[in-house]
């Protein structure tokens, strides 16, 4: 009989690095330390490039937007599309070359929700596309980015369902929010950009139901400590992830609903909420920042969301304090994301973990305890 495995994931499933590995070739060694988790690099940017848009889009119909901020939101959509064009590149490669290692990150606790990612990160660009390119198929390209999303949706919720109650209580994690958003993004995607709303009520009652789930969950295990043990402090960055989700839902709802209503705004007040909780507990972030990591690509992607709702709920209500808000949280968004842009060009090289750095070597790497026994498990470290 197979054991379970409680050890780290080899570094040949590419979550983990081991001895042997100055022995690869350059592009080789890429391939095995590079994951899904990237793809927080491409999520930050397209949302930067939905808020500039939604800035260029937000004045009044007599004033035209400054023409510097439409150029800027331009040359930032091509950024992203560029990034996130490498990344899939990059991934498709790794699925073509390291099969196993993203088998093992599908079974990963935390790897497996930034597989959402990609496909959000296609949507939000979707969304914030130059003006210039409304006639790209829309109607196609949707349903292309939202069947994988669907598809895993279903795989990793089944699971949740059908593997016992307590298969949830140990796959829950703070990044299980980007499955969240993800489907909130495609449910906004089809809701503006297309008109499909039935179909963004289907995906957006998904994401709310799991939200509902994973935030009592989350919260649970906070209280008990239980993600003390289980989620290394280099990833924490990652609990900004609890009001990108709210802030998202509020788009999403005014989208379907054509309009910024009460529910948008109770979403909003609630993001506003958990930022504030999580911004006046700068320590639990301290050790985060000490080495940079693709860790630190957490950050903005929830303070754009919550730019982006910031904007949505200043256009509805008007007044001082609301154009007030909107203003600051755009600020920070901005100065975030160019901060974390110029240390990653820097830091170039740090991008990659070294050794044994990896975070996710020391998370639990099964999302479902069943899977250990399974035919295709992953077998523990020599």
């Known amino acids: 009989m197979r054991k379970p495995f409680h050890g780290h994931l080899h570094h040949r499933h590419g979550l983990s690095s081991a001895a042997a590995d100055d022995d690869m070739p350059a592009f080789s ?13 491409s999520l930050s940017l397209c949302g930067q490039a939905l808020l500039l848009r939604t800035l260029c889009d937000s004045g009044d ?77 829309r109607r196609v390209l949707w349903c292309a980015f939202t069947a994988p999303v669907v598809a895993l949706d279903v795989t990793v919720y089944g699971q949740w369902l059908t593997e016992g109650r307590e298969a949830l209580s140990m796959a829950a994690n703070p990044t299980g929010h980007v499955t969240v958003v993800a489907n909130l993004v495609a449910a906004r995607a089809a ?14 009652a998904v994401a709310i139901a799991h939200y509902a789930v ?39 709802w005014g989208a379907i609903s054509s309009s910024f209503d009460i529910a948008c705004k109770m979403l909003f007040f609630l993001s506003l909420f958990l930022f504030a909780s999580l911004a006046t507990r700068s320590a639990l972030f301290r050790r985060a920042m000490r080495p940079f990591s693709v860790a630190w690509w957490a950050f903005p992607f929830p303070l754009t969301m919550l730019a982006v709702t910031a904007i949505e709920y200043a256009r509805e209500v008007g007044g001082h304090a ?47 305890p069943q899977l250990m026994n399974s035919k295709a498990d992953i077998t523990p470290d020599d």
């Open 61 to 137: 119909g007599d004033v035209p937007p400054p023409r510097a901020l439409c150029a800027t939101s331009v040359l930032l959509w091509s950024l992203a599309l560029l990034s996130l064009v490498a990344l899939t590149a990059l991934y498709a490669t790794r699925c073509f070359l390291r099969f196993a290692a993203v088998r093992a990150e599908f079974r990963h606790r935390v790897a497996v929700n930034y597989l959402f990612a990609p496909w959000a990160s296609w949507l939000l660009l979707l969304q914030s596309e130059p003006p210039s390119l409304a006639a790209a198929p």
């Open 191 to 204: 809701a503006a950009e297309l008109g499909w709303r039935e179909g963004a009520v289907v995906v957006f």
């Open 322 to 368: 609301a154009v007030v808000l909107e203003i600051v949280l755009s600020a920070l968004s901005a100065v975030v994301t160019v901060a974390i842009v110029v240390c990653t060009a820097v830091r170039t090289s740090d991008l990659l973990p070294h050794g044994d750095d990896d975070p996710l070597a020391g998370t639990s790497s099964m999302v479902v």
């Open 214 to 252: 994973l935030f009592v969950t989350l919260y649970q295990r906070l209280q008990l400590g239980a993600d003390d043990a289980t989620l290394p402090g280099v990833l924490r960055p990652v609990f900004f992830l609890f009001f990108a989700a709210p802030s998202m839902a509020s788009l999403a």
């Open 29 to 41: 060694l890429i391939l095995t330390r590079f994951d899904a988790g990237y793809f927080r690099i």
